[in-house]
């Protein structure tokens, strides 16, 4: 690859989707665009390049970034998380809110192990004022493709044997005859997949109680970490808890935000943004 | 063979050296101590002298199988308490379902790699 087209791509993917894309993730690069660069045509990346540079598609560029980023994903990749999502957190929320409505958002949910973890564990609960509550689950990722996957529920053998439990794999998944294993269908109706740049306006999406981003803004360069930090955000319920993957922080990223007292790993907004939303 | 007191051990019932071969790798870098079976008659011997931690078990072997292994294993002294992960060929929901009933705890479906095994020791708080 050429070091105009690094470049162009690098840049592209910077606009689009945030990435910070160093120069050492060339493999990186040709490895997640090489299918889009097959079904194209093009003999190669620099082709490509060129051919957006004389014939920009905006279309194309946003596949292109959404390409780009990092999909891998695992069935509860965090389960001390994930417990205490439901465990503590949202029991919390529900006490706190006069309409027994719950919204979660799993924003950047790639091919959709995260979303279905959480659905799945909702699901086994006994006990739980949360069996009552109306929870509203929605998972977005920037990518089309994978919001297609995550939409179908299809997970390979190798898929399904990370983080998932035998007990888990018989009650909520069927074998197929291709060799993978379709999550229930019950599962796949209660999420709502849908396709979303975080860096889009708030808009359709509406306000949540939880907000669930990880693994997501690690990949971004530190401007765009502050600006997904904000638009996530605005999606925040006053009283609502943003929980990130393990090891991230949101320090020097916000202001509006700092780490909850009552939940453990939870953001939540500052007295002063709850002050002037109150007033 | 046990040589640290302290460390967990292993036993990997497989009639395939190879199979055997990769499991002992991937559970000494779990550090596990491993010890070997080639079928099941031969890994109650193992059990009779030296009851280990976990079991890695495959299903179809010579001499006994893995789940006539289970069912004698279960019923003999001590032999509740090893944690016995099936790793086999069977996929299908009914031969997972018949291992439960037989008393494995956890099912591995071959083939695996390094992360598969690291992630089902790690959700029986082996790890």
Redesign the interface.
């Known amino acids: 690859m050429q070091d105009t087209t690094f470049q162009q791509i690098a840049a592209l993917a910077l606009r689009e989707t945030g990435q910070d894309l160093s120069p050492a993730k060339t493999y990186l690069i040709e490895a997640r665009l090489a299918a889009i660069s097959r079904r194209e045509s093009f003999a190669s990346l620099d082709d490509l390049a060129h051919c957006l540079k004389s014939r920009p598609n905006p279309r194309f560029e946003a596949e292109i970034a959404a390409a780009l980023t990092p999909k891998k994903t695992?069935f509860f990749d965090d389960r001390d998380q994930i417990d205490r999502i439901v465990s503590h957190a949202l029991p919390e929320l529900l006490k706190a809110s006069n309409t027994g409505r719950l919204r979660i958002w799993c924003a950047g949910v790639s091919t959709g192990q995260e979303a279905y973890s959480l659905a799945m564990r909702l699901s086994e609960l006994d006990e739980s004022p949360l069996r009552q509550a109306d929870i509203e689950l929605v998972a977005t990722d920037v990518s089309g493709q994978a919001i297609g996957a995550a939409q179908l529920g299809l997970f390979g053998?190798?898929d399904v044997?990370?983080?998932l439990?035998?007990?888990r794999?018989?009650a909520h998944f069927?074998?197929q005859t291709s060799?993978d294993w379709q999550i229930s269908k019950t599962l796949r109706e209660q999420i709502q997949f849908r396709r979303h740049n975080l860096f889009d306006p708030a808009g359709p999406l509406g306000r949540f109680d939880l907000i669930l981003c990880r693994n997501v803004l690690p990949a971004m360069s530190q401007d765009k970490q502050i600006e997904a930090v904000a638009r996530l955000n605005d999606h925040l319920y006053p009283n609502g808890l943003l929980f990130l993957g393990k090891d991230e922080s949101l320090t020097g990223l916000s202001e509006d935000l700092e780490p909850s007292r009552g939940v453990r790993g939870a953001w939540c907004h500052s007295q002063t943004v709850r002050k002037t939303a109150a007033a | 063979m046990r040589t640290q007191p302290d460390m967990k051990h292993c036993l990997i019932v497989d009639d395939s050296r190879v199979v055997r071969t990769v499991a002992h790798r991937i559970i000494t870098d779990l550090s596990f101590t491993v010890s070997e079976a080639g079928d099941g008659a031969s890994a109650l011997k193992q059990c009779q002298s030296q009851m280990p931690d976990v079991i890695l078990l495959d299903w179809n072997m010579p001499v006994m199988n893995g789940m006539d292994f289970l069912v004698s294993l279960r019923r003999s002294d001590g032999g509740k308490a090893p944690v016995v992960i099936l790793c086999t060929n069977e996929?299908?929901?009914d031969h997972?379902?018949e291992a439960?009933r037989a008393g494995a705890d956890?099912?591995?479906?071959k083939?695996?790699?390094a992360?598969?095994v690291r992630?089902?020791f790690d959700?029986l708080g082996l790890v």
């Open positions: 695992v053998h190798f044997q990370k983080g439990s035998i007990h794999l018989l069927e074998r060799g | 996929k299908d929901s997972i379902s439960i956890e099912y591995i479906m083939p695996f790699d992360d598969i992630s089902k959700q």
